[in-house]
């Protein structure tokens, strides 16, 4: 099988990476491919550099979250407490 090219040179910067995954996410037709061609395999990347390098891994955005437990059921338990908060503030209209 034929590897794919990837879209990224060394020596980029971090915008030219942003505006790069900018470009691949804008392309995808619907949430699914979204996550399927961008959020996924950008996600399994960061897992598998964390991993060999023994990173425990906790983006905080201005709004958004990305955290890299390194551990399965650690990864779970943070899963469901963000979907617990999320609901919770759905269910108060807004406040959490």
Not at 25 to 30: C, E, P, S, T, V
Not at 44 to 67: D, F, M, P
Request: aromatic letters at 8%.
């Amino acid at each position: 099988m034929a590897k794919k090219k990837s879209p990224f040179k060394a020596g980029q910067s971090p915008e030219d990476l942003m505006r790069a995954l900018h470009q691949m996410m804008a392309a995808q037709a619907d949430a699914q491919g979204l996550n399927d061609n961008v959020i996924t395999p950008f996600a399994a990347a960061l897992e598998e550099i964390c991993a060999a390098r023994g990173y425990v891994l906790n983006i905080y955005g201005e709004t958004s979250n990305i955290v890299f437990s390194g551990d399965e059921d650690d990864a779970e338990a943070i899963y469901q407490l963000v979907e617990d908060y999320l609901n919770a503030k759905g269910d108060e209209g807004g406040k959490a």
